[in-house]
């Protein structure tokens, strides 16, 4: 058995930091003596989580973060390291979503989602890569979700995004075998964060629509943060590869398994109730 992982005293860049999960996580790991790199583009949210984690006595520093951005993804290393002397952590926390089917949703919004789910996944990790290596003994944390364990109808762009998370994640984790550099891939289930509430809305969707969907997902969007960001944390502390988190994840991870094809039968007669 792999001897745990001792956080206190490192040091972890958390993008998506003003809230969620990311805020969890931050929490967890301030707890932990963790010190902490937060970013995101919402500065007062940002604060709000700085507040929660100085009673934890860390090190702490915010940056105004766009991910998608690839100008301020590549010069952000140099910004966390005139505040912090290491980075031993790497979360992907970032994320955002499109309500709709594949023909409702326009392209610009498909790839903006990409941006943001995916392609500042890859560019983070590219950005500091090599500071994890230099830790010795470090670890990146990639945030997938339930739905890049199955894919529903009216989530084309945000299961296409999850999944190829899933997939470089665990290429990503078979490249650095042997180099210092884990790699962990998270699917949460139904979190209850702000997600689905700020999810972009395709044009011609009426509001009667729009409604139903923030319904569902409210529904099925239940799990408290706290619990979702104290799960990951503990994978992150026993170096695991890959974290189901939540009953309902684990629950639609196996059913997929087992039906892989016609999974979605089962899962529709469930959402359905």
Avoid at 46 to 67: F, K, N, Q
Avoid at 268 to 273: D, E, P, W
Wanted: hydrophobic share 50%; charged share 25%.
């Amino acid at each position: 058995m792999a001897e745990r992982v001792l956080l206190r005293g490192r040091t972890a860049v958390i993008t998506g930091a003003a809230g969620g999960i990311g805020r969890a996580i931050a929490v967890s790991l301030a707890r932990r003596g963790c010190n902490l790199a937060l970013a995101d583009v919402d500065d007062a949210g940002m604060a709000g989580t700085e507040d929660l984690v100085r009673a934890h006595s860390v090190r702490v520093s915010r940056h105004h973060l766009d991910v998608a951005d690839r100008v301020e993804v590549a010069g952000f290393p140099s910004l966390v390291a005139a505040e912090h002397p290491s980075v031993d952590l790497l979360v992907n926390n970032a994320g955002v979503a499109v309500g709709g089917t594949f023909e409702q949703v326009a392209e610009e919004d498909f790839e903006w989602l990409f941006e943001i789910n995916f392609f500042a996944v890859v560019r983070m990790t590219r950005a500091f890569l090599p500071a994890l290596r230099a830790s010795g003994d470090s670890r990146v944390v990639n945030l997938s979700s339930v739905f890049g364990l199955i894919a529903p109808p009216e989530q084309v762009a945000y299961s296409a995004s999850k999944f190829a998370v899933r997939g470089f994640s665990e290429a990503l984790r078979h490249e650095l075998e042997g180099s210092g550099v884990g790699v962990t891939v998270v699917h949460p289930g139904g979190v209850a964060t702000s997600i689905s509430e700020n999810a972009r809305v395709p044009a011609g969707v009426s509001a009667e629509e729009v409604e139903r969907r923030r319904k569902l997902f409210k529904k099925l969007l239940r799990l408290p943060p706290e619990f979702a960001g104290e799960t990951i944390v503990r994978a992150i502390e026993r170096r695991k590869a890959r974290v189901l988190v939540g009953s309902d994840a684990k629950l639609m991870s196996l059913i997929a398994r087992v039906l892989p094809v016609s999974y979605w039968k089962i899962l529709a007669l469930r959402v359905s109730k």
